[in-house]
């Protein structure tokens, strides 16, 4: 089935430095989404990318979408304690149409 | 809106034992789902529903149960628990997405062990 996979598993910063995660496919994605988990928390939607190229930002948060749409990336700029948690990329048409396919999660943590 | 909530939020079983863990949703979304969440495998589909009286199954399904009587409810029956098990279950719903945008919700979860 399609995958798609995502790195690093895990993420060590101080705080103030720079955090990267980067999401592949094999195959072309249609859209992709983004979402936040805070540990014991549950998974909270934050962007979907839709267009080739396409860049969004949030405040620190800056998502890219490849050029041919088969990976895609995260990054925060100056994080900060309250940027703690795992950051999952996921496929929405990887499965049947409403369900989403996962990445395994890029977990992130903040050294004060 | 309460949007999706899960019940219980906490559960210990023996081996053996069945349950049903309960999910609703208040947003009138048709699409609702089970995923599992184990430490480093992400979450998992289990089964998923696309609308009352259809449910499918997903990546996981083995030992677990569904049913869609009403759009609000997607309850996930465990039948005869095993220590594989023991898990975070999440339960997540969305709008039909004719645009494929179809954010999830999801729900706080329910944290079972099984023994």
């Known amino acids: 089935g399609q995958q798609v996979m995502q790195i690093p598993q895990y993420q060590h910063v101080q705080e103030g430095e720079d955090f990267t995660t980067y999401c592949n496919s094999s195959?072309?994605?249609?859209?992709i989404q983004w979402y936040k988990q805070r540990p014991g928390g549950h998974p909270v939607f934050l962007i979907q990318?839709?267009?080739?190229?396409e860049v969004k930002k949030q405040k620190r948060l800056t998502f890219q979408f490849g050029e041919a749409k088969k990976n895609s990336s995260l990054h925060i700029t100056a994080t900060q304690t309250t940027d703690v948690g795992t950051y999952f990329c996921?496929?929405?048409?990887?499965?049947?149409?409403?369900?989403?396919?996962f990445g395994k999660g890029t977990k992130l943590s903040v050294k004060p | 809106n309460a949007g999706v909530t899960q019940t219980p939020k906490f559960q210990v079983l023996k081996t053996g034992q069945s349950m049903t863990l309960q999910c609703a949703q208040d947003m009138n979304h048709e699409y609702m789902s089970w995923y599992r969440q184990d430490p480093g495998m992400g979450l998992r589909l289990i089964h998923y529903?696309?609308?009352?009286?259809?449910?499918d199954q997903g990546e996981v399904p083995n030992g677990y149960n569904v049913s869609r009587s009403t759009t609000e409810d997607f309850p996930l029956r465990l039948l005869s628990a095993a220590p594989s098990q023991t898990s975070v279950y999440f339960c997540?719903?969305?709008?039909?997405?004719?645009?494929?945008?179809?954010?999830?919700?999801f729900g706080p979860g329910t944290r079972l062990t099984v023994l």
């Open positions: 997540a719903s969305s709008r039909a997405s004719g645009g494929g945008y179809n954010e999830q919700f």
């Open positions: 996921a496929d929405p048409w990887g499965g049947s149409q409403g369900n989403l396919i």
């Open positions: 195959t072309t994605l249609s859209n």
């Open positions: 529903s696309v609308g009352a009286g259809i449910t």
């Open positions: 990318l839709v267009k080739s190229g």
